[in-house]
């Protein structure tokens, strides 16, 4: 297996500038003692090389850099580390250029991946671990810090070392991931059947309230008709006896409200053929307090006169503000 190039890190990023600066600076210094030799001093040695131990510039550098004194001449340095870095990136973005034709090659430059790894990223990193808040296989190696790039890679390798434990691993994780698509289904089916089924018991109450409330309505008006044609004055009468204008039917005064009394009497499921203003007319002929307690009170049992006098009176107060409400309708 080829060696694996991970990247460079901070401190050896430094040593490699520190070995370049010491490279350089023994260059410079060989530079000046040969052209120290040059001058009149390179005629007083026997050699012709003007060289002493006084004078020996590369023992010198050696003592400086064990004491620790010496630093790197910082012009000539960093001129020549600007110009390493600017020639190199230059012929690696040619070379990239060459090779991609058309694409950028910066951007492919900071999308960089192993070219070893470039045919398995699909199936090598499915089911990997999160790298960079992302999937293995989703991560972008461009934005990765040194350890998840190298945890990356890691995780790259021990994928191909063991495929037939990687596919295990694959298939088990997809055969979890259709399970949770499957129940996931399984509970909106069941949630869309009782949406269904609440719909249709819905369904069903409003019509057999539509139903009972058309009977009622029904038997509302054949007592009224019934009442108004009766003379007797026996006693025939009691609360539950008279009809009143709510659905269903009353048990105490209590009962009796607007807001009861609107929804009855102004009901679309019955008289479509009166206007409003005209159903709480007639409601107020039969249940106005005086032609009622004329009519009527002397026929109601004595022990519910009291009762059916106040369910009399909050009908009659009902009426009157849903009028007043109603004036144009």
């Known amino acids: 297996m080829p060696k694996l190039n991970l990247k460079e890190t901070k401190s050896e990023k430094e040593e ?7 490279r350089e600076a023994r260059k410079s210094v060989r530079h000046k003692r040969y052209s120290d030799d040059e001058g009149p001093s390179a005629h007083t040695s026997s050699k012709g090389f003007g060289r002493s131990k006084k004078s020996n510039g590369y023992q010198d550098l050696h003592s400086d850099l064990d004491e620790g004194h010496w630093s790197p ?26 090779d991609h034709g058309q694409d950028s090659a910066q951007a492919r430059f900071n999308e960089y991946v192993p070219s070893r790894w470039r045919d398995h990223i699909g199936d090598s990193f499915s ?3 999160q790298i960079g808040g992302l999937d293995a ?12 790039y190298a945890e990356w890679i890691r995780y790259g390798m021990w994928a191909r070392k063991h495929k037939a434990e990687h596919d295990e691993k694959l298939r088990k994780e997809a055969e979890r991931k259709e399970r949770k698509e499957k129940e996931a289904r399984l509970r909106e089916e069941t949630k869309k059947l009782e949406r269904e089924e609440a719909e249709r018991r819905k369904k069903r109450r409003e019509e057999k309230q539509t139903k009972l409330l058309l009977q009622y309505w ?11 044609q ?16 709510v659905f269903p039917s ?17 009901s679309s499921l019955h008289s479509s053929g009166k206007s409003k203003k005209q159903r709480l007319r007639e409601g107020l002929l039969l249940f106005h307090p005086d032609r009622f307690e004329g009519r009527f009170l002397a026929r109601v049992k004595a022990q519910d006169q009291l009762v059916v006098k106040e369910a009399v009176g909050r009908t009659a107060r009902a009426l009157n503000e849903l009028v007043e409400e109603h004036q144009d309708s």
């Open 218 to 228: 029904k038997e509302y008006e054949d007592r009224w008709a019934t009442l108004r």
């Open 16 to 22: 490699k500038e520190w070995r370049r600066a010491r």
């Open 230 to 245: 009766s003379t007797t004055t026996d006693g025939d009468l009691d609360f539950r006896t008279i009809p009143w204008p």
């Open 127 to 129: 089911g990997g671990p």
């Open 137 to 148: 296989k989703d991560a972008r190696p461009e934005l990765m810090d040194d350890d998840e």
């Open 73 to 98: 001449p910082s012009t000539s340095y960093k001129q020549q580390t600007v110009d390493d870095d600017e020639e190199f990136r230059q012929k690696l973005f040619d070379a990239m250029e060459q």
């Open 250 to 266: 009353p048990d105490a005064p209590s009962a009796i409200t607007k807001s009861s009394v609107s929804e009855f009497l102004l």
